[in-house]
């Protein structure tokens, strides 16, 4: 392979297996009911409400030794739109690796 053509591929895409879950860091407000349980719902300063994040920073629902939602059938509307490897996700991964 040139020079040319190994600065033209994309790069690699992100997949469940090099996530490191990072949007697991943002703050993440409950819009609607997907059965998210309560052990995992807090009230933000304004009333609304959010997904417990632990001292650390890291959601809740995160199991730190898979780095995988352990909600992940109920997680929240907000969580189900952020798609893996979409812009955001990528700029997410960007700030925080």
């Known amino acids: ?3 040319i ?8 895409g992100v997949t469940c297996s090099n996530c490191h879950a990072c949007c697991c860091r943002l703050e ?8 998210v349980p309560e052990r995992f719902v ?8 959010v997904m417990a994040r632990l001292d650390d920073g890291w959601c ?3 199991d730190r030794g898979t ?3 352990t909600i ?8 189900r739109e ?16």
């Open 82 to 97: 952020f798609e893996m490897g979409s812009y955001e996700c990528v700029t997410e991964r960007d700030e925080h690796m």
């Open 28 to 35: 993440v407000m409950l819009l609607t009911d997907t059965g």
């Open 72 to 79: 992940y059938e109920n997680r929240p509307w907000v969580c």
């Open 67 to 69: 780095m995988m939602c």
């Open 1 to 3: 392979m040139s020079k």
């Open 60 to 62: 809740a629902a995160l």
């Open 5 to 12: 053509e190994a600065i033209n591929l994309p790069a690699p």
């Open 42 to 49: 807090e009230s933000d300063a304004w009333g609304g409400q």
